[in-house]
């Protein structure tokens, strides 16, 4: 089911008018896209499906206290022919996410970078 | 030779003859045929029993053909079996009469995102075209809806979707009489969130294509027996499309399996079996995975009542269901390779047998066969040594709210166990799929995408403790992105966390409006469904 979704989920999204949560699925208002954070963690689970692909990993901060984000991207059409693959990454992989975050202060953010285990992996997204 | 009648096609492409009168005479006033019976269009293109069917529809909708329904069924049943696929080019598409959503990975993209923006790929597979026609067809198709690279689609379904092949040539010399269909045939079924089925179906002539039958089919889970009777027809010597029907018919929850249910199924060309979806739902959400076999003289299995073993376990009880088991079976009748040992047979009747097994610490990890009675059941069984992950299937899916004219559609998940393969990647081909974990042994929750409080439960929608998703009773007329996960409640990560597993549902409305227009969900995709009504939608 990594493509056929997609159609409906892109319409659905594009079209709506949603007023009840800004983060209901999904144009990207809920994200921050004036600035870029980036932070630095351990894969905990990769997600390679429609509509968005989703790495969740694991960052510790100053005090050693570990958050635990969710790195949305596009979707496995797009990142296919980039040569992404459901195994593309795991959980204990070292990862540098760069991307925008969610307005709302939750630990989520749209991914535009990312560099897993020392190696930058294609993402080619478009603002 | 064909004359100027015959449309300017490329040589070696040689027209179908079209000799039914009711087509002649339906179609005939705009699709020309010429002194040898080549019709224009339609001799230059073959397609499924659907693949006609909508045909059919857009003449009606957009040519203003009046036709009766008993007209058009003899219409449909010409077309795709004198212009249809052969059974090795329709087992492909299936899926799409199934009304399943599958990856179509295989099509190059740019090929495949032009036309899935609107339908599945299937669709477009569904027929085979002259060069010429195809042309003709993606021109068109290219200026009504803006298709990018007509040009590129052309050639490559020219060449992946030709009119002629050796496969349409032997079927169509070969297919001149009616099905071997009639009589007993054994069934297996599969229900997600529900498990295995076994039992029988009777298949009766009635008439010119037509069959009754009447299904029997017990639940391995629970021995809860499912009587079902039906109506379907033949299409072109293997397409099976019809209905069924519970015995416990009435008032039934959505996800009852005695609910009335279509059928498409792919009968095999030596009519030796026969597999495909029995389904229902709004969404067409729910179904039967089902598969037929012809009974044999011979013992014969057909499932196991579990997918895997742990090394080094002692005592496991396993149900082996099958027909024609002699009754009085010793463990030597059994199989299930080396390490695994057959410690005794509890019980034994001529459909199943319940056996003891112990697995030693050092069996083999991987999927091998399982032998009763020197019948075999390929891969049937799973060793492992222990569960890496967790995985929610579908991984992806659609639930959706409801309104006054939309009932609500629904989502069963299932967890499944995997351990890694020899490769030492996660989620690679090579991994070990265990079969879905017990729900005694998960727990599911609803998270919907960037909020951790319990208040949007209300709102989406929630899972129960047997995974089957349903959304919220109101419409609160936006789509939500949702993890439903499920925990496993022994099965541990490396880290001594519980194992975890996500799947990414998104809760869409059933309709909205979009410049004046309707737009209606219809499995995975939008349907422009006319004007909006003044003050309506």
Redesign the interface.
Known sequence: MKHTLLALFAIAAGFLVIPYSAYAHHGFAGFDRNSVVTYEGTVTDFHYVNPHSVVEFDVKDDKGQVQNWQGEMTSPSHLAPLGWKASSLEAGDHVTVSGYRAKNGRPTLWVTKIIANGKEMKIDWKD | MFTAAAFCQAAGDAGIPVTNELVIAKCGACHTRDEHGIMQRISWERSTPEGWQEALKRMIVLDGVTITPPEARTLVGYLSTSHGLAPEEARPVMYDAERR?????SIP?KI??AC???H??ARALSWRRSADDWKVFIDAHAAQFQVPHPEEIVAYLTKAAPLHTPAWDAWSAQNTKPPNITGRWLLTASLPGRGKYFGQIEVEAAGDDDYNTHAVLTSVNDGAELLRVGRSVVFGGYAWRGRSQGANAGEQKPDDPNNQTREALWIAPDQSMAEGRWFWGHYQEFGFNVKWRRPSKNPTLLLLDRASFKTGSQANRVRLIGDRFPVGATPADLNFGSGVTVKRVISNTVTEIDAEVDVAADAAIGRRDVTAFGSALSGAIAIYDRVDYVKVV?????AAFGDPTHPRGYQQFEAVGYQRGPDG????PDDLDLGPLDPGDLTWSVQ?????DEVNKN?VGDVSATGFFTPAAQN??????VWVTATAKDEK?KNGRPL?G?G?L?V??PS?T?RGHR?V?DL???IDDGPATPGGH
């Open positions: 959503i599958p990856d179509e990975d993209y495949r995102n899935t923006k609107c599945s790929f579908p991984e992806s899916s659609l990647r996660l989620h690679t919907v995408f960037h909020e951790d709102v609160p007329n936006a789509n939500f992105d990560n975890t996500k990414y998104v869409t409305v909205y979009f737009y969900r995975d995709h939008w």
